[in-house]
């Protein structure tokens, strides 16, 4: 993995007025979420998270409501500190900012999308875009052209002058992500940008968003309660319950290998054809006893719904290749399992 531009390592938050002894018991005695409350009326929001995040990678952190994904979030910009453990950005221990460099790594360094934007009904999106700017006194012609550029990216050129009440609510969310963008941050933290708009719309958005993302490099850590949202954009994710990460993946593990019950719950109903590749279900070039002649080959990279067109004309397994060369096989059997997540029973 490329160098980390975000890094948690065993954060834990505890709320309450008794936090600290609170946290020192878990320590010394290993208490549990119930134990915590019971004793010391303190709620464990956060349980010793640790991930990293490279540059350019979209880490999706989901989960249901409760689960502390938002609260683990906020840790990254400082809006909450922990009660344990150590979060850097770009090499740099947040926690040990002080409150002019934390305002200097907010505006600079670091944008974040909610899901309700709160726009400024008053101004038009050019100034609602430009603000982050306009506090920091950029010059109004220079602001004006960064704002423009922004919108340019998520597709609103010309509606510089409008009102926001003058846009759908998709467009208002692509005015939400103009303005994360005009300071041309490394991270960008999405907090469920999307939940609240339409089925179709949201996917439009979530296609574009992943476009640009890969086009500009940002990191991005992107919150969701929605596997489908997650698989769609994300390049890992991280499934969160009761303030614990109890899986982190790509897609493509979490689905095929699950870690435990809850996770599989939650992927039971995910479609595996475009998300499950060859490579996870070969096997090996010798476990064909037979002659392989005219048999369809695909790359690794292939995923079920194309190993499956190959696979139906012909009673012969599917050739995987990596770079020209013959490295597994896929009969329909292993495509059968691959459709059901990997089982082996």
């Known amino acids: 993995?490329?160098?980390?531009?975000?890094?948690?390592?065993?954060?834990?938050?505890?709320?309450?007025?008794?936090?600290?002894?609170?946290?020192?018991?878990?320590?010394?005695?290993?208490?549990?979420?119930?134990?915590?409350?019971?004793?010391?009326?303190?709620?464990?929001?956060?349980?010793?998270?640790s991930f990293e995040v490279p540059r350019g990678e979209i880490f999706c952190i989901m989960g249901l409501s409760g689960s502390g994904k938002s609260t683990l979030v906020r840790h990254v910009n400082r809006l909450i500190a922990p009660t344990s453990g150590q979060?850097?950005?770009?090499?740099?221990?947040?926690?040990?900012?002080?409150?002019?460099?934390?305002r200097e790594v907010r505006a600079k360094q670091i944008g974040m999308v909610f899901q309700h934007m709160a726009?400024?009904?008053?101004?038009?999106?050019?100034?609602?875009?430009?603000?982050?700017?306009?506090?920091?006194?950029?010059?109004?012609?220079?602001?004006?052209?960064?704002?423009?550029h922004a919108l340019g990216l998520v597709n609103l050129t010309g509606y510089e002058d409008r009102l926001p009440k003058e846009l759908s609510g998709g467009m208002q969310q692509r005015v939400g992500i103009a303005r994360?963008?005009?300071?041309?941050?490394?991270?960008?933290?999405?907090d469920e940008p999307f939940s609240a708009l339409d089925p179709l719309i949201r996917l439009q958005l979530q296609d574009q968003f992943k476009a640009l993302v890969a086009q500009l490099q940002k990191t991005t850590l992107f919150i969701t309660?929605?596997?489908?949202?997650?698989i769609r954009i994300g390049h890992r994710i991280a499934i969160m319950k009761d303030g614990?990460?109890?899986?982190?993946?790509?897609?493509?593990?979490?689905?095929?290998?699950?870690a435990d019950d809850y996770v599989r719950e939650f992927v039971k109903g995910i479609s595996k054809l475009k998300l499950v590749k060859a490579h996870s279900i070969m096997q090996p070039m010798d476990s064909h006893k037979g002659p392989l002649d005219g048999a369809p080959r695909a790359d690794e990279g292939a995923d079920l719904d194309?190993?499956?067109?190959?696979?139906?004309?012909?009673?012969l397994p599917v050739v995987i290749?990596?770079?020209?060369?013959?490295?597994?096989?896929?009969?329909?059997p292993q495509l059968l399992r691959g459709i059901q997540g990997g089982k082996d029973d």
Not at 18 to 35: C, F, H, S, V
């Open 244 to 258: 614990v990460i109890v899986q982190i993946g790509t897609p493509e593990e979490i689905v095929m290998n699950p």
């Open 1 to 49: 993995m490329a160098e980390p531009v975000v890094r948690l390592s065993n954060v834990w938050k505890v709320f309450g007025t008794r936090a600290a002894e609170a946290m020192q018991a878990i320590r010394a005695e290993g208490l549990g979420k119930p134990e915590v409350l019971k004793r010391f009326q303190c709620v464990v929001g956060v349980q010793d998270a």
């Open 180 to 190: 994360a963008l005009a300071s041309d941050p490394e991270i960008l933290l999405m």
């Open 87 to 102: 979060i850097e950005i770009l090499g740099r221990d947040i926690s040990s900012l002080n409150e002019r460099e934390l």
């Open 321 to 332: 290749t990596e770079a020209g060369r013959d490295v597994g096989i896929v009969t329909k």
């Open 225 to 230: 309660h929605d596997l489908d949202e997650a």
């Open 119 to 148: 726009l400024m009904p008053h101004r038009s999106v050019r100034d609602n875009v430009a603000y982050p700017l306009e506090i920091r006194k950029v010059a109004k012609s220079r602001r004006w052209a960064i704002s423009d």
């Open 306 to 315: 194309q190993l499956i067109n190959l696979s139906v004309a012909t009673d």
